[in-house]
């Protein structure tokens, strides 16, 4: 298979459960300013979204949405526990998860990386954001991941959007549970085999 990211995007949620579940895959990296590819490729020509995540399956079809991708990844390697089986109540609650980050977290999060943002609005979005951090606080207090004890692709894209706090002003500190969190996903050694890859350490 073949990942497309950008290197602090959304991206790296696909690249952490890529990692999680042991799967080979190739990194092509793009430039999503000039929509290109490391290698000069339009972008557009092959995804024409042209954001990423992009997963080119073995099959040459393509994957788009970091929420679908996360589970295909997981459901090639059931043995890895990083989604609950199909049609379980738990792999609904996983379902929820992802769409809460997607919609809750990781949207108002992602828009203050806009340079034209001006400084009332992301006043406010910080705000917002706050609250939605108080909540993720309360869901997981005396957990080690939000479906408990065991780590699930819901996991590696909250700790995504929460990583960006450190490039947009939300000081994750200010939430100790979450800060907590960050620290055991930090710590997991697939994630930062996955940062690695990406660039984010060394």
Known sequence: MKL???AASCSLASNIALHEAGIAY???KVDLQAHKTE?????YAIHDKGYVPYL??????????????LQYIADQKP???????AGTMERYRLQEWLTYINSEVHKPMGSMFNPKINAETKEQTIAAVGKK???????????????????????????TVLNWGQWVGVDIAKWPVLAGFMARVSARPQV?????KVGLVK
């Open 192 to 196: 930062q085999e996955a940062l690695k």
């Open 79 to 85: 043995a890895s526990h990083l989604a609950p089986a």
């Open 56 to 69: 080119v399956l073995d099959n040459g079809q393509g994957l788009s949405e970091g929420a679908a991708i």
């Open 133 to 159: 951090l108080d909540w993720l606080t309360k869901k997981l207090d005396a957990k080690q991941y939000l479906m408990g004890d065991t780590f699930t692709v819901a996991d590696g894209y909250l700790f």
């Open 39 to 43: 290698d000069g490729a339009d972008f």
């Open 26 to 28: 190739e990194l092509t």
């Open 4 to 6: 497309y990211y950008s």
